[in-house]
């Protein structure tokens, strides 16, 4: 019984961790979240999940679209095609 304890918050940790990668959060972000989760899951998972839902989705299906429109910069709001680490216009890492 004293393994469930343990396995239970590594299971969400696990979770949270891909979760946040999926949700475009940085690695280290995204382990901060799972030792979070880890050590004081009723504490940080429902943050996490309020954390989670303000950040604007990156497009979780891009190939949904039949032609992909561009991004538009979360800085600046131009549009910039593709993916690219830092914004073609303003150059702010566009990389969390
Ligand atoms: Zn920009």
Redesign the pocket.
């Known amino acids: 019984m004293k393994l469930l304890l343990f396995f239970v918050p590594m299971v969400a940790a696990l979770w949270v961790f891909f979760d946040s990668q999926k949700h475009g959060y940085s690695i280290g972000k995204g382990l901060l979240w799972a030792i979070g989760v880890f050590f004081a899951m009723i504490v940080f998972l429902p943050l996490y999940l309020v954390a989670r839902r303000r950040k604007p989705q990156t497009s979780p299906f891009p190939s949904s679209r039949q032609d992909s429109p561009p991004t538009a ?6 549009p ?1 095609e593709g993916s690219p680490k830092l ?1 073609p ?4 890492n566009l990389k969390f």
């Open positions: 910069c979360f800085y600046c709001g131009r910039y914004c216009h303003c150059g702010q």
